[in-house]
């Protein structure tokens, strides 16, 4: 098998690392496969694929969208991050709680979380790069975030003074959303 199943830390979240062919030339890392992630019960419809560079320090998120409803496979491909991910389903057994993990171009680390999370990441290195298939075309009226340091979520994340973008300072809290009418449509 291509890829090792590393974690499932919260229902429907999946932790991967494909395999990786070394030798003299360098490396070779089949990524994506959509028979091997099917097999795995990860969804294997993606349908816009996104990149970005961030400096060290950066935190982005913690970003969600309902319609449609996505889903996002995170790996880093320079550098490295703390990827995070929030249960944000309604009526989840769940509901609030977080995982994260540090991941890099070097362990090939992927993470795959449902629609129903907030996912993000903090940069800890300069320069590092993220890359994430999504199984939705986004719609800026259908998305939203959860605040980086909502205390409800008492997420830990590895950097103290973030540079966020305006849009994550002042998002909602888990509360906020929980209250909004569009929070039904994630549930468990």
Same mark, same amino acid.
């Given at each position: 098998?291509?890829?090792q199943?590393?974690? @499932?830390?919260?229902?429907?979240v999946v932790v991967i690392?494909p ?5 003299e %030339? ?9 028979d %091997?992630?099917?097999e #795995?019960?990860?969804?294997a419809?993606f *349908?816009q694929?996104?990149q970005s %560079?961030?400096?060290k320090? *950066?935190i982005?998120?913690l970003?969600f ?6 889903g996002k ?6 550098g490295r991050a703390?990827l *995070?991910? *929030?249960?944000i @389903?309604w009526n989840?057994?769940? #509901? ?8 890099s ?6 993470v ?7 996912r993000?990441?903090a940069? #800890? ?5 993220v890359?994430?298939k999504?199984?939705g075309?986004?719609?800026p009226?259908?998305?939203s975030g ?5 205390p409800r979520i008492? #997420?830990r ?8 973008s ?6 909602q809290?888990l509360?906020?959303?929980? @209250? @909004?009418?569009e929070s ?5």
């Amino acid at each position: 098998m291509p890829f090792q199943i590393l974690d @499932r830390p919260l229902p429907g979240v999946v932790v991967i690392r494909p395999d990786a062919y070394a030798d003299e %030339r360098g490396l070779f890392i089949e990524s994506f496969r959509a028979d %091997r992630f099917e097999e #795995l019960g990860i969804p294997a419809a993606f *349908v816009q694929e996104n990149q970005s %560079r961030s400096r060290k320090g *950066v935190i982005r998120g913690l970003h969600f969208q309902w319609e449609p409803a996505m889903g996002k496979l995170m790996r880093v491909t320079r550098g490295r991050a703390f990827l *995070v991910g *929030v249960d944000i @389903r309604w009526n989840s057994p769940t #509901l609030g709680r977080w995982f994260g993990l540090e991941a890099s171009d070097e362990d090939r680390t992927q993470v795959w979380a449902p629609a129903g999370f907030a996912r993000g990441f903090a940069a #800890l290195e300069e320069g590092t790069e993220v890359l994430y298939k999504c199984t939705g075309t986004y719609d800026p009226k259908n998305e939203s975030g959860i605040r980086w340091n909502d205390p409800r979520i008492g #997420l830990r994340w590895p950097v103290t003074e973030p540079l966020l973008s305006p849009k994550d300072r002042d998002a909602q809290s888990l509360d906020d959303w929980l @209250r @909004r009418p569009e929070s039904k449509r994630f549930a468990v």
